[in-house]
């Protein structure tokens, strides 16, 4: 088993950043690969990013050069910096771990962007 704690939203004006945090821990193997989705009212969840444990990251097209997936394998946490911030980053942000056959995600932390 797997928990995941997130930290980091919040409220921020567009042009703003946020940091986002998710620390895994639990029984974690070192092949896995952690990330970040979101999902705005009314809208399917979304991959944002991807990173593995070996450091190959994958980014959806709309955030790419706006948001960096970095990871911290000695601590088992995943970061995800988010610049230039626009209202239609309002979501929900949930951190993902993957390992195995096993897919285990976070409780979610809400990032708010007003114009």
């Known amino acids: 088993q797997v ?8 409220l921020v004006q567009a042009g703003g950043s946020l940091r986002l945090s998710c620390a895994a821990s639990g029984s974690i193997f070192s092949i896995n690969r952690m990330g970040w989705y979101r999902q705005a009212p009314g809208k399917q969840r ?12 994958d980014y959806a097209d709309s ?8 990871r911290d394998n000695a601590k088992n946490t ?18 993902n771990f993957v390992q195995y056959i096993y897919n285990y995600w976070g409780q979610g932390t809400q990032v708010t962007v007003s114009s």
């Open 3 to 10: 928990r995941l704690v997130e930290s980091g939203g919040g």
């Open 46 to 57: 979304e991959l944002v990013a991807t990173i593995t444990s070996g450091g190959t990251t």
């Open 63 to 70: 955030m790419k050069g706006r948001f960096t997936i970095s």
């Open 78 to 95: 995943v970061y995800l910096q988010m610049n230039s911030l626009k209202p239609g980053d309002t979501a929900v942000y949930y951190c």
